[in-house]
């Protein structure tokens, strides 16, 4: 079974440069360059027009954009090593966090569900957690790994996990609430590009250089099944809402969506070989499950109304 | 003893020297034992606190080291020392191995002629000097002789000193006959010195190192020698000075030239590192208001060029640089005449010179589109090298037509440093502005290595960018559990098959690349994507990623850029 898909919207200049962090809330959709600027298009709109542009965001490029679920806050993390807090409803900046430690500069983040939470990875490989709401904001856990470099972070849906990709092909899991780390998670020898909890935090995905998406059990730290079909580094791995789906991104400019019901990959997206950094679902407001991709341009893709939806 | 006692003058000026050229070498980086190292303000303070130090003070500090107690007391009496607590830490565990011999030997061997010389010459004794040595005698018993000889040796310095300063205006003409002068007076005042026993002080006006990066006017610092110094890093730093100076007098005797390679080579024990000479080169012909060139000393010369064209020097000789298998070292700019190109028309500057050497033995570059003339600096370009690029970029090939310049550099931030330092002329020289125009190539295209060769070139063999990822998987690792969609995959291990040969960024790689972005974020916009994706990524690549698919890599992209294909 397979899903059929068509290119929505493909938004060409969006940025002077390459674009390598993407956010979506269900009225944003948010995207950071190696230019200075964050632009914001509208998610809702089927011409997705550009309705906000943060200026001044990081001076040398963004690399990283984490959203909460509920589309209030947004982070985004910079070249220059800092993280700028952003307050989605009044379209404003609201703090930053500038790490003390010059060696644990941040580079990887996410939010929580709330948006209160704030989970960064740095150059040194601390994890720590930082609550948002507080002003300046208040560092809650400081995890140690082994000092390899953070490439990705994520939070579980109710805050109560942490996950960190590091450069080594480490993958750890912390519990929040005890301040432990649960896992260690052993087996991928390659930098791990993304790390991202199943929206019931059931399930970790895991996805890098080794082509391969793996899919773990958080509680038991078993690796239950994986995903091959990828013949580049992996870049990026997102939910589709209800936790039936997955997207993955590529190097070599490959968007493929799996099913994990029937655990294949249903759609192979991409004509260009230009890398895609990101991809995710979009916010579902139809029947289908709608993506948005980032590389080179952003570009929307529509389900094909019809096909299959499982 | 009683023949040493013949030609006491002699004895003593031989024995000064060994006392500079018998040191232990201390395994130290050198700039910074002798103080000159590139923050020269605090430097300069050290010297200036040396010299204000008076003769008694002077034998407080150095008594206790040539009493025959152990490196204990000696580690008491370094902290006095306004120069040892920075480097106390490393050598405290072995400095009693070392001060002791080092010191204790000299003074007790070459001192000994001292007594009879004394009392045998007593015009140059003060009347005072027997009877301080009797009471430091009593008082200090525990004295054996050689201290006590070495204190005679001190106290019977006159109050005579001698000060040279070099302070002269900028003058590149000035003969090298001056400049034997200058140095003449030197070896004349330490002749002096060395007979009445008095004190040579030697200040040079040299330029902060610091202030030649930025772009403030250059700042005067003074750099003060005493002999006899009251350390034994001061005697050193002498010793270094004045046997720089014989080379350069040696040099413009003979008429040679020196490298400042060669220069550190003379006397490796005695410079301890090529930075101490290179700065004292600097010094000197800061402090003399010449040119480097006038002290018959250059830098080696570095950079390779290898292509259809001749250059004329002007000592009448032709270099033809079409010589197949090897490169030509580029000559300074004052020794070329002039330089004919044939039917070139492009300019290919390679940073290393593992590339170079493999295009120049092949002779493919005849092959090349253009014909490219292939410059390679070795790293980073000395000045010899930039200085041919721009002369080669202000020159016309035989078809009247000037020449395209392109550069093949590494995919890492170093590369990419270098690209630029080709292209704008470096940090150093934007400062003084006088040579900004005369080494930059402004019209110098990146070629490559670019990230999306990376991708195009180097993915897995016999395939562009499509591979299928079974062949590229091998047993062990990841244990699937879960789905077979493809059986044969159980219980495998990915290795990533394309891109393949790069390597991982290090942590000073993304120091570097951070630092040059923050350098040119709004200045040049297509190296700073190249270092977003650099730390993006995470991967660099050297310009071997290409592998046995250079030469079809340089067909291409040349050819594309010539007919308007370059993206």
């Not at chain 1, 209030?72 to 930053?96: H, P, Q, T, Y």
């Not at chain 2, 050497?357 to 003339?373: C, F, N, Y």
Request: proline letters at 4%; one cysteine or more.
């Amino acid at each position: 079974m397979s899903k059929q898909y068509l290119t929505a919207l493909t938004i060409d200049n969006a940025h002077e440069s390459s674009i390598y962090a993407l956010g979506v809330t269900s009225d944003y959709t948010l995207t950071g360059s190696g230019s200075s600027v964050i632009k914001l298009h509208s998610t809702k709109d089927a011409a997705h027009p550009l309705v906000h542009t943060f200026t001044d965001a990081h001076k040398l490029g963004c690399h990283h954009i984490a959203v909460s679920r509920t589309g209030k806050r947004a982070v985004s993390a910079g070249f220059e090593g800092s993280l700028k807090i952003w307050d989605l409803e009044n379209l404003e900046a609201n703090g930053e966090i500038a790490d003390v430690n010059k060696d644990g500069q941040i580079w990887a983040i996410a939010l929580s569900a709330d948006g209160s939470r704030c989970l960064t990875g740095s150059h040194n490989g601390r994890i720590r957690i930082w609550d948002l709401d507080k002003d300046p904001s208040l560092q809650l856990r400081d995890y140690e790994t082994k000092n390899i470099f953070t490439l990705c972070v994520d939070l579980s849906a109710d805050g109560k996990l942490a996950a960190s990709g590091h450069e080594n092909g480490g993958v750890y899991i912390f519990n929040n609430e005890t301040g432990r780390m649960l896992h260690s998670l052993t087996g991928l020898m390659k930098p791990i590009r993304d790390v991202s909890f199943s929206p019931s935090g059931k399930l970790l995905a895991v996805c890098g250089d080794f082509q391969v998406i793996a899919i773990y059990d958080v509680h038991s730290g078993e690796q239950v099944f994986n995903f091959t079909g990828h013949t580049s580094w992996v870049f990026s791995v997102g939910w589709s809402e209800t936790g039936q789906f997955l997207v993955t991104s590529s190097f070599d400019g490959k968007t493929k969506i799996w099913s994990m019901d029937s655990r294949t990959c249903v759609t192979t997206l991409g004509e260009s070989n230009q890398p895609i950094f990101r991809a995710s679902f979009l916010p579902k407001t139809g029947a289908g499950e709608n993506l948005v991709t980032v590389g080179t341009a952003i570009t929307y893709y529509r389900e094909a109304s019809g096909a299959g939806t499982n | 003893m009683s023949s040493n006692l013949e030609d006491l003058d002699d004895l003593e000026l031989s024995n000064v020297i060994d006392l500079y050229q018998n040191q232990t070498p201390i395994k130290d980086d050198g700039s910074e034992y002798f103080g000159w190292s590139d923050d020269d303000g605090t430097n300069a303070a050290e010297d200036t606190s040396v010299c204000i130090i008076d003769e008694s003070q002077f034998l407080d500090l150095t008594t206790p080291i040539f009493t025959s107690t152990t490196g204990i007391k000696i580690q008491d009496t370094l902290p006095t020392n306004t120069q040892i607590p920075e480097i106390l830490p490393p050598i405290q565990p072995a400095d009693s191995s070392f001060l002791l011999p080092s010191l204790q030997l000299p003074s007790t061997t070459q001192n000994l002629p001292e007594i009879p010389h004394s009392t045998a010459a007593p015009t140059t004794v003060t009347s005072a000097s027997p009877t301080t040595d009797l009471t430091t005698n009593s008082q200090e018993p525990e004295l054996d002789l050689a201290s006590r000889l070495h204190k005679v040796f001190l106290e019977n310095r006159g109050d005579e000193t001698i000060t040279i300063i070099w302070e002269e205006p900028d003058n590149s003409s000035r003969p090298s006959r001056w400049v034997l002068e200058k140095i003449d007076e030197v070896f004349t005042a330490w002749l002096d010195v060395i007979d009445s026993k008095g004190k040579l002080v030697i200040k040079l006006r040299g330029c902060e190192r610091r202030t030649l990066r930025s772009r403030s006017q250059p700042k005067w610092v003074w750099k003060t020698l005493v002999y006899p110094g009251p350390c034994q890093r001061d005697n050193q730093k002498f010793g270094a000075f004045v046997r720089l100076l014989e080379l350069v007098r040696e040099a413009i005797k003979l008429d040679k030239i020196y490298t400042k390679r060669d220069i550190y080579y003379k006397d490796v024990a005695l410079f301890g590192s090529q930075r101490t000479v290179d700065n004292l080169v600097d010094d000197i012909a800061s402090a003399l208001g010449v040119p480097r060139r006038s002290l018959h000393i250059t830098a080696a010369a570095k950079g390779l060029v290898c292509g259809d064209l001749n250059i004329f020097k002007t000592d009448g000789s032709i270099i033809n640089c079409c010589i197949e298998g090897e490169g030509v070292l580029i000559p300074s700019s004052t020794d070329i005449e002039k330089v004919e190109i044939k039917d070139s028309d492009t300019v290919l500057i390679i940073e290393k010179e593992a590339i170079f050497r493999t295009l120049a033995e092949s002779g493919d570059w005849k092959r090349l589109p253009g014909r490219p003339i292939f410059v390679c600096g070795k790293g980073y370009p000395d000045i010899a090298t930039r200085e041919f690029a721009h002369y080669l970029y202000l020159t016309k090939n035989l078809a009247g037509q000037y020449l395209d310049f392109y550069c093949l550099v590494d995919y890492d931030p170093h590369g990419l440093d270098i690209f630029t330092m080709y292209k704008n002329g470096s940090l150093i020289s934007r400062a003084s502005g006088t040579f900004y125009e005369q080494m930059a190539v402004p019209a110098l295209r990146h070629l490559g290595v670019k990230f999306c060769d990376i991708l195009e070139y180097c993915s897995a063999e016999g395939n562009d960018g499509s591979a299928s990822s079974g062949q590229n998987m091998e047993d062990t690792g990841i244990v699937s559990t879960g789905n077979e969609q493809e059986p044969r995959n159980k219980r495998v291990r990915y290795t990533s098959s394309p891109p393949q040969g790069l390597l991982p960024m290090t942590l000073h790689d993304r120091a570097k690349a951070v630092s040059m972005l923050q350098r040119d974020h709004n200045t040049a916009v297509e190296h700073t994507d190249d270092l977003r994706k650099l730390l993006f990524v995470g991967y660099k690549a050297e310009i071997q990623v290409l592998g046995d698919q250079l030469f079809r890599y340089l067909d291409e992209k040349l050819g594309g850029q010539r007919i308007g294909l370059a993206s």
